[in-house]
């Protein structure tokens, strides 16, 4: 259910190289052939002079290691600074994820007074930066147009931080900084932005899970009305900051320019409702609004949030998982249906909303640009089930829907078949666990024999176990028509392993018509040795690879290479 938990933006770190490597090869500060000219030796090049602090600058540099030195991929210091520091791409340096090493920190730090240009610096993910980040503070100044400067997970120590507040005067044109997952942050918020002046020019500050400590949040109160360009303010999972939003509220009736506010697993109560609906007031360009997982927050809502009610330029609205109450519910039916701009409704893992949302749902039909509504998990009982599909008639916008985990869709699957025939937009379509049946799975097969759902990219039927063999077969049998789809998972529950039936071999053929497959969940089902000759065959006549998620064993996938198949 956690949102913004901390994962890395891909699953492999980039391949380490040096550092000049990684951006005279790879980068688009790479100039084009014929400006390249000769190749020369890097250590040459580096050794001639061009003014003093240049000079000074590469001193700090290690010497090249044979890596480096391999293949003369260093120009003379003159195209080095051709390269680096005068081309228009050379604004953006991206080294997020890249295994950077302390060394290659001084590389970095020695090639700034070749980049004045540089507008965005991103060296996040990278844990040795932690320690190291004095040698590229100190050269700061040598980048002062510098706009976007993320250090998410680096690691950073105290000297880091400390270091970090002594540079910030050093880029005034700095519009986003990023410090997210650095723990060291937590109790040193005030040595960070000590210097930060006035009419501060940062847009967007993402502080999550830094650890921030209750004095930390009174700091973020007085800090805001410095910060009057401030668009996007993300201070999710510190936990111990809900205890200073009093102060962070009046921070925050200061920055009136803000567009994104984020509270994911802060530590809200129910008080801190009636005190952010006061602070809404002055946020009159308010786009999104994210309180999911403060689950003290339940009861909260009870005295409607008026000041909610007003913020028609509302586009998310995210109250998953907050325990809201039956009266939690009853309220909020009067402030959702006014938000006339919202695209985006999260109101899964609320138990509650359940047993009495039937009006809540049935007034979605006012919300004519809801792109995204996820109702996972909310124990929908048939009433407001029948009430969401007759709204849903009504949602032609909407991209994605998510209903899992809701037992009453099963055998009732049949009242939504209106909207997934209308709808013309559906991209993602999630009914986990929701017991289907047999004439569910046949039903949607029907919709999508007529083409309809004909922009469905994803589509969950896992842990729906019931579905019998006959079930399946018809809806493989028809899938291929979902020329679009990219993700399809029909695993079993944990619980339970089955033999395929006759029906994988729709699957496998279908699968040859679906140009735009990328992954297959079947986990627990177990495939019979027969269609091994069937998956050779396909891995013969076809070049896209697939991802098969079958329980562990390594075969070979569908579809032109081999993969590890994770386990269930």
């Excluded at 930066?129 to 002062?144: D, K």
């Excluded at 359940?354 to 048939?382: Q, V, W």
């Excluded at 050779?536 to 070049?543: A, I, K, P, V, Y």
């Amino acid at each position: 259910m956690n949102q913004t938990r901390k994962k890395q933006p891909s699953e492999e770190t980039k391949p380490h190289t040096a550092f000049v490597n990684k951006f005279l090869k790879r980068s688009p500060f790479r100039s084009s052939t014929a400006e390249r000219g000769k190749e020369g030796d890097l250590n040459t090049a580096a050794s001639q002079p061009s003014d003093g602090t240049q000079t000074a600058a590469l001193d700090t540099a290690k010497p090249l290691t044979s890596e480096m030195e391999l293949g003369s991929r260093m120009e003379k210091n003159e195209q080095f600074l051709q390269k680096l520091g005068k081309k228009s791409l050379d604004k953006c340096l991206d080294l997020n994820n890249c295994g950077l090493t302390a060394a290659d920190l001084r590389e970095l730090a020695a090639s700034l007074p070749f980049l004045p240009d540089l507008e965005e610096l991103d060296i996040s993910w990278n844990d040795f930066v932690g320690g190291t980040l004095h040698s590229i503070t100190q050269q700061m100044h040598l980048v002062s147009h510098l706009k976007i400067l993320r250090l998410g997970s680096c690691r950073l120590t105290t000297e880091d931080v400390r270091a970090l507040g002594e540079a910030l005067d050093a880029i005034p044109d700095l519009e986003e900084l990023n410090l997210s997952w650095n723990s060291e942050v937590g109790g040193n918020l005030p040595v960070v932005f000590h210097k930060v002046q006035d009419r501060s020019k940062i847009r967007t500050l993402e502080l999550v899970e830094c650890a921030l400590t209750p004095d930390d949040g009174v700091f973020v109160g007085q800090l805001l009305p410095a910060l009057q360009s401030l668009e996007v303010l993300d201070l999710s999972m510190n936990r111990n900051i809900g205890d200073s939003l009093n102060s962070i509220a009046q921070g925050l009736q200061r920055t009136s320019s803000l567009k994104v506010l984020k509270l994911h697993l802060c530590g809200l109560s129910q008080k801190s409702v009636k005190i952010l609906d006061t602070a809404l007031r002055y946020l009159d360009e308010l786009r999104r609004l994210d309180l999911s997982c403060n689950k003290e927050l339940g009861g909260g809502f009870e005295d409607l949030p008026a000041q909610l009610a007003t913020r028609r330029h509302l586009q998310v609205l995210d109250l998953h998982q907050c325990s809201l109450t039956a009266s939690d519910v009853v309220s909020l039916t009067q402030v959702i249906p006014l938000l006339s701009n919202l695209q985006e409704l999260d109101l899964s893992a609320n138990k509650n909303v359940g047993s009495s949302s039937e009006n809540l749902l049935s007034r979605l039909r006012f919300l004519p640009a809801l792109k995204s509504l996820l109702l996972n998990s909310c124990a929908l009982e048939r009433e407001p089930f029948e009430a969401l599909a007759e709204a849903s008639l009504h949602l032609r916008a909407l991209e994605i829907l998510n209903l899992s985990w809701n037992k009453c869709v099963g055998g009732n699957l049949e009242l939504l078949l209106d909207t997934l025939k209308l709808s013309t937009s559906l991209q993602e379509l999630r009914l986990s666990s929701c017991s289907l049946v047999t004439e569910d799975v046949a039903s949607l097969a029907s919709i999508i024999q007529t083409g309809h759902l004909a922009k469905l990219q994803k589509l969950d039927l896992s842990y729906n176990d019931s579905v019998c063999d006959a079930g399946w077969a018809v809806f493989c049998q028809n899938v291929g028509s979902l020329k679009e789809l990219s993700e399809l998972d029909i695993s079993l529950r944990p619980s339970n392993f089955r033999d395929c039936g006759q029906w994988v071999k729709h699957l496998l053929c279908a699968v040859t018509k679906l140009p735009k497959i990328t992954e297959i969940g079947m986990k627990r089902w177990v495939l019979p040795p027969s269609q091994e000759g069937q998956l050779e065959s396909l891995d013969q006549n076809h070049r896209h690879g697939v991802r098969l998620d079958h329980d562990g064993f390594r075969i070979k996938s569908l579809l032109g290479r081999h993969v590890h198949l994770k386990s269930a």
